[in-house]
């Protein structure tokens, strides 16, 4: 399947994007070679590759954080500054000095929004991540997987039009990581957020993903864009499943 090709509801459009860098002894580095990838409105889908194809830069360029590159990048409602895009990072930044709840309420704090409607919004993220009775916790008293669960709030907070994750789980322990994965789950059957996320797990990208694009070694490219073959309604057994493990064991060697 090709992903460039224009899906009905598309919320972001990649075409022909292109990224070179330079190196510290100057010279070119072409990461991301002419990327077509289509995102709809309320999918999930993962990026895949391998290290150094260009999926950090891909997603940074997607989040306006890099807007140094060749071709297009289009969104069908532009992005709020600063509101629309929400960052989670494989490393969740939580300021230590600061409670889960005024980590979660930071951006709403930069922007003043200091309404009874920002704080309800605060307090639901909370209850939305199981993190109600850790609001006056410090992240230092959280668990990593909670740290984690207290970053996708604090990402969510300005109910942003996408959630941009790169390997939001990489640093977890197996467990851990199985149960964000279905926290995320939960989280998507609320809110029906567009996701995009990086992972190098091909576990990972078929539990979690409606399609997963794989990308070439570098200079990046889109190999192939393919669709789960899960149904949405996803429960640990889905794992089990033998469509799961042909599906990810297709991915893996597409990777190769
Ligand atoms: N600021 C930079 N200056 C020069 N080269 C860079 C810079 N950032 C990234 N690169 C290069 O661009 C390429 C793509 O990097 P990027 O981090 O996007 O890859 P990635 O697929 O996310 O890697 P990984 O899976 O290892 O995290 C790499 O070769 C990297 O060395």
Redesign the pocket.
């Known amino acids: 399947m090709d992903g460039g090709s224009a899906r009905t509801n598309t919320l972001v459009s990649a075409r022909g994007v292109s990224k070179t860098?330079?190196?510290?002894n100057r010279q070119p580095?072409l990461?991301?070679s002419d990327v077509d990838l289509d995102v709809a409105q309320g999918e999930i889908v993962a990026l895949i590759?391998?290290?150094?194809?260009?999926?950090?830069?891909?997603l940074?360029m997607i989040a306006g954080l890099d807007n140094d590159y060749d071709g297009e990048l289009s969104w069908t409602r532009a992005p709020r500054p600063g509101k629309d895009i929400g960052f989670v990072f494989q490393e969740p930044a939580l300021l230590p000095w600061r409670t889960v709840e005024r980590n979660v309420s930071m951006g709403l704090e930069a922007q003043r929004d200091r309404s009874a409607e920002g704080k309800a919004r605060v307090r639901n993220l909370l209850e939305l991540v199981g993190l109600t009775e850790f609001a006056r916790s410090f992240p230092k008293e959280l668990s990593g997987g909670m740290r984690q669960r207290a970053a996708i709030a604090r990402a969510l907070a300005y109910d942003p039009q996408i959630l941009l994750m790169?390997?939001p789980f990489g640093a977890l322990d197996a467990i851990t990581r199985d149960r964000l994965h279905d926290d995320l789950l939960r989280i998507w059957e609320q809110t029906h957020k567009t996701i995009v996320l990086?992972t190098?797990s091909v576990e990972e990208a078929t539990y979690l993903a409606d399609r997963v694009a794989v990308?070439s070694a570098?200079p990046?490219r889109i190999k192939a864009v393919h669709q789960v073959p899960l149904d949405r309604d996803r429960t640990p057994e889905a794992r089990r499943l033998p469509q799961f493990a042909e599906f990810s064991g297709m991915l893996r060697q597409e990777l190769q």
Do not use: I, N
């Open positions: 860098y330079t190196a510290a580095v990461a991301l590759g391998p290290s150094g194809c260009g999926k950090s830069t891909l940074r790169d390997e990086v190098h990308m570098r990046g």
